[in-house]
């Protein structure tokens, strides 16, 4: 179509921890003026939900009980994306190692992983311009129809490096062994698991800078827009 810049364009950014999802999503959303969501935000949010009602976080049964009840709010400018369970900001607390610790097994059980699919389904349908999702499924069961797929990876060593560089003084090997830990528990869960679509590009960011990583985003969305 002619005047395909004008067209909503959908992006999914999936990949492990650690690979540049979240800063790679943020820069391409804000550069492109498109909107832009942070999933693993989400589950941490009901994540923390769940740790700071007292439930037991080894009881699927459980936590599938109570999935439905905190109501999770993300703003989705890329300048200032925003996080909130019942109107409270949990920015801050859902970084912390426990809720890190323990994100896996509530993301795990199908009836969060419904409720927060729902939420980023219609996230993604009202944003205007259209949005970058950044997650683990998003290319495969989320948003199948994205326009654009990217999977994103890098060795162990330089996700862990990255990590613990943001967690002032964590140790690298430790960081390591927990990404790795993390990383097969979202691999090998039954619901939707953390996979690469066959549509998608994967980058492997190991040798790359953050820089490079977005420019190769960025055009490969102008590639995607030009022929839409
Ligand atoms: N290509 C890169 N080279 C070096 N550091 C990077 C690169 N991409 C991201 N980072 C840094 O690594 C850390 C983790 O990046 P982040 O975007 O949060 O990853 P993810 O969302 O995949 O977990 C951040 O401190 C970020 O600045
Ligand atoms: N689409 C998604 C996004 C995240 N998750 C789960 C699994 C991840 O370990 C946690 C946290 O994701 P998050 O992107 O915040 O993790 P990192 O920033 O990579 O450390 O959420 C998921 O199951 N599906």
């Keep these: 179509m002619e005047n395909g810049a004008a067209q ?11 690979t540049g999802k979240s800063s790679t999503s943020k820069a391409v959303a804000a550069q492109l003026g498109l909107s832009y969501l942070d999933t693993g935000a989400q589950y941490r949010a009901i994540t923390w939900w769940m740790v700071s009602n007292g439930i037991d976080i080894d009881d699927p049964t459980a936590i599938a009980a109570v999935a439905g009840k905190p109501e999770i709010v993300s703003g989705t400018d890329p300048a200032d994306p925003t996080i909130t369970v019942d109107g409270t900001d949990v920015a801050g607390p859902i970084r912390t190692p426990e809720v890190t610790s323990k994100v896996s097994a509530v993301s795990a059980v ?3 992983r419904a409720r927060i699919t729902e939420l980023q389904r219609s996230l993604a349908a009202s944003a205007e311009r259209g949005i970058v999702v950044e ?11 994205a326009d654009l797929k990217i999977f994103l990876t890098a060795s162990a060593e330089a996700r862990a490096a990255r990590r613990s560089g943001e967690l002032k003084g964590a140790d690298v090997q430790s960081t390591r062994e927990a990404l790795i830990k993390r990383d097969a528990a979202d691999s090998s869960r039954k619901t939707s698991p953390l996979a690469k679509a066959d549509d998608a590009v994967e980058v492997d960011t190991t040798e790359l800078t953050l820089a490079q990583v977005i420019e190769c985003v960025v055009t490969l969305v102008g590639e995607k827009r030009a022929v839409k």
């Design 8 to 18: 909503p364009v959908i992006v999914a950014i999936d990949g492990p921890s650690g």
């Design 110 to 112: 199908p009836e969060v």
């Design 135 to 145: 997650g683990r499924d998003i290319g495969t069961t989320v948003l199948p129809d």
